[in-house]
């Protein structure tokens, strides 16, 4: 499976940037999908994730982007979408796509299948 993250770049605080994760070959219907980024020095940590439809679609969000970030899919153009709203600066990081059919969607030792990152920057 390859993914193909796009959609960072440089933003000011308050703004919005939308990420979108696409592959080909492959249905994203049958898998989890995350969103995950790291900062320089810092370990990658699971921003958000969606199940696949036959699991329910249920997303997870990590506890400082609830109310800001929205995760969604459409399974018809075999895309995951990160919508960011309200950036702050603590949210500049690489941000990547990953893809899972692990029962272990929310964290990022389940995810077996992961895109280049995509640079977020967001200035204050």
């Known amino acids: 499976v390859q993914l193909q993250a796009s959609g960072g770049g440089l933003v000011q605080a308050g703004g919005s940037l939308g990420l979108s994760c696409t592959t080909s070959?492959?249905?994203?219907?049958?898998?989890?999908m995350g969103w995950f980024r790291q900062a320089p020095g810092q370990e990658r940590e699971t921003v958000a994730a969606i199940s696949r439809p036959g699991s329910g679609g249920a997303t997870y969000y990590t506890e400082s982007v609830k109310g800001r970030f929205t995760i969604s899919r459409d399974n018809a153009k075999n895309t995951v979408y990160l919508q960011m709203n309200g950036l702050k600066p603590e949210d500049t990081a690489v941000y990547y796509c990953?893809?899972?059919?692990?029962?272990?969607?929310?964290?990022?030792?389940?995810?077996?299948?992961w895109g280049r990152g995509t640079l977020v920057t967001v200035s204050s």
């Open positions: 990953a893809a899972s059919q692990n029962v272990n969607w929310r964290t990022a030792v389940g995810y077996k299948y």
């Open positions: 070959g492959v249905s994203l219907r049958n898998y989890h």
